[in-house]
């Protein structure tokens, strides 16, 4: 506010000045007296010559102001506008009173109210007034007697004209004349009363005339011109025999006595001066406090005949200068409004120049201001970016750190596979030699730190995938105590052979969760290796799951009765390569449980533990129910499980899980080997050739061709070949009739969840990932091959048919038992796609398995995929989920649910009951 006011200061200001100015220009400059004229009359040249005696005068006083009121001759209406001039509060008075006793009173009030008055003219009959002006009408009497006296040769008779009898002119007009002509023959005859006007007097004369014995007269004496101008007129009107005229006055102008003189109208007047400028000057005088005059009597002069010429040259001469000074008045009058116009514009335009000033110098300052702060924040900005810039390279630096530290683990990583790999096959053959026998837990413990290894070196790529955002949430809902069932179940042979008290705790068993199943997979792998390895042997590892309904949120807790661990491990038991002190928990990479907490924050969950020191450790895991906290893109409602259990690194040290053998050599069956990397292929080459007629092919093009041509029995292939996509190879021979039903293995270091989904969804038999074992790739194999062969026949002799079928029977067995086996894998495989392919109706097939088989198509077809199921749960080392998939269940959930319903066992105890009876 404070800022905005001053901002805008020079502009108000401004406007304020501009209005001041325009005000002082516009309005007229106050006078600082005024002054109230109570004229008698005003409607005669004489008084008319006063007042413009008067405003003349007036110019030279600036400060005064005159303001006339005019009393019509009447004496009440003058007394009355003096008291409204004292009421208007006039700094002075000048009153030329119409008679002197009625107005005596009110200007003997004025005077003793304090108000200067100046009486002129006429008298009042009292000296308390400040000063008076006029002529000497006594002496004008007397003057005017003498002169008759001469005229008339001492002998004759006068009319006299009157002014008003009460008007003191009149008065001492008459007593001189009256005294100048005692002693002579001279007489007044007649008197009329004309009251100072001329049509009064024109009247009364004519009324006198017309009287039959009015006495005559030699001359005419008015008290003013005017009368007796008017008398000469009546006198030629009524043709009286010449007469003489004598007046009073005296006026220059058209109608004036000097005119009339001129013209013969009047013999003789006597010049009674007006006195306006005088009363004007002695105005001034008073109101300024300067000393003047109290009686001012003016001259008077006879004029007749013999000065007229004279007279009237110096009248005229006097009204021309009078015009010329009207003139020049009105010129200065002109000049003065210009000159007050334009210094009121120079007002302004001095205002505006102030403000322009003014404002420039703000603006500068501003400007200065402005600049000065502009240079700080420039100086702040520059420090600030550099700022910036130093922390945006420290963590660019740090950025770059870390990645080149993850880049080097990973490109490590991918540089130990193929080593790893290579010792790893040695070992596998060396374990299961009879002649190595003696060195066989050596040999199995080097086994078991190679996968060791390798779990690091996928720990690595793990990070390096989250670090760059590559590892894709793929969330599905899965009934949770199963899928934790399954993951346990790979620790049940650790736990028993350390009697240690292992199991899971739920209340509900069919508590379901929206999780990525591969993500939980390798969490859970991870806090329960971490609990087998610091449990000692009789101790205790629970994993319990529960439901907490007010936060929503599903609880697992892996807790263990090993040494625990210390407030400095337990603060940084999550911190990525981590290394807590040796003989302590928190030991070896650090990267487990690191890992192990990005995986469950990314599935928006959190991992805590807790830890008391020779007592126990816990770690708690939370994840959010329902599953709006995921994107709709990673949730996968139907997704095909394929837990990737990283279980060989946890396999024990005394293993007699891979029997040894010594098989003769069946050479009956082709392998066809699709590896570019020569030492892999020879490796691969050098193991199976002791079993299997060998083919070799390094790229893609010579690989279709060679299986074309020798329609392999079973085909290794490698995803990343020299000329091409391998994926796109089994594609093709998958699309050839030819060879679309050779079984492929995939052999690939590509370990990711969705290059094994995209391998799988192309109908391949197995994938391994790199490094492999090779027993292992010999055992897939062989399994793969003996299936193919076994499998037909071992299903029709196990599931019951009609003892004795006829022939179109036996044909729409074979073809209907081999559709089911070629599609055991399609978990769309039913009905239709039967019907389409047999080319019989729903209700034809229907009939006709319900005969030949004794069961309804999906019953049939469920049941061979148990049956094959229970196969794979004893032949094939793959996970639940894995054989799950094999056999056409699109969830591991589900399949263990039928498998349950179908035997009372579950996937895994079955398989466990198995492992231990062939033992
Ligand atoms: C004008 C006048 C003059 C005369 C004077 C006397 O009004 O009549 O003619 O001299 O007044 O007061």
Redesign the pocket.
Known sequence: MKKSLAKHFPMLFLQFLLIVGFCSCENPQEKKFKIGFSQ??TN?A??KTMQEEMFRELSFYPDLSLEIKDAQGNNALQIEQILEFQRQGVDLLIV?PNESSPITPIVEEMYQSGIPVIVV??KINSNLYSAYIGGD?YEIGITAGQYIKNLLNGKGSILEIW?LRG?S??KERHRGLMESLEGSEIKIVSQIDGE?EKDTARIRLKEYLLQANAPGFDLVFG????MTIGANEIARELNLPSKIFVG??ALPGPYGGIQAITDGVLDATFF?PTGGDKAIEVAAKILAGDSFEKENILQTAAVDASNIRIMKQQTDRIINQQSSIFRQMEMIESQLKIYKSQRGLLIVFGITLFIAIVSLAYVFKSLKDKQKINRELQRKNKEVNEQKEKVLSFSKKAEEATRYKLEFFTNISHDFRTPLTLIQGPIEELIHRKDAAPFRNDLLMVRKNTFRLLRLVNQLMDFRKIDSGKLQLKVSEQVLPPFLEEIMSVFNKSAKDNQIHFRLVCENPKIKLWFDPSMMDKVMFNLLSNAFKFTPKKGTILVNVEEDPLKHEVLITVEDTGPGMNKEETEHAFDRFYQGKSGTRITGSGLGLALSKELVELQHGTIDLKSEMGEKTVFLLRFKMGKSHFEPEELFSDLIQDQILDFESFLPEQDDSFPIENEPPDLKNTVLIIEDDLEIRNYLKNKLQTSYRILEAEDTSSAFLIALDEIPDLITCDLMLKNGNGLELIKKLKATPQTSSIPIIVISAKSSEEDMLKGIKTGIDDYITKPFSISFVMERIKTILSNRNQLKEHFLHELPRETNPLNSDKKFNKAFTSLVEENLSNPHFGVNEICKEIGLSRGQLYRKTKTVLGYSVNDYITKVRLKKAKYLLINDSGSIADISFKVGFSTAAYFSTVFKNAFGITPSEYRENQTQGKK
């Open positions: 008698c009359v005669d004489w008084r030329s003219d006429r009408n002014g008007s002119p009149a100072w008290h003013n011109d005017v009073v006055d009674y």
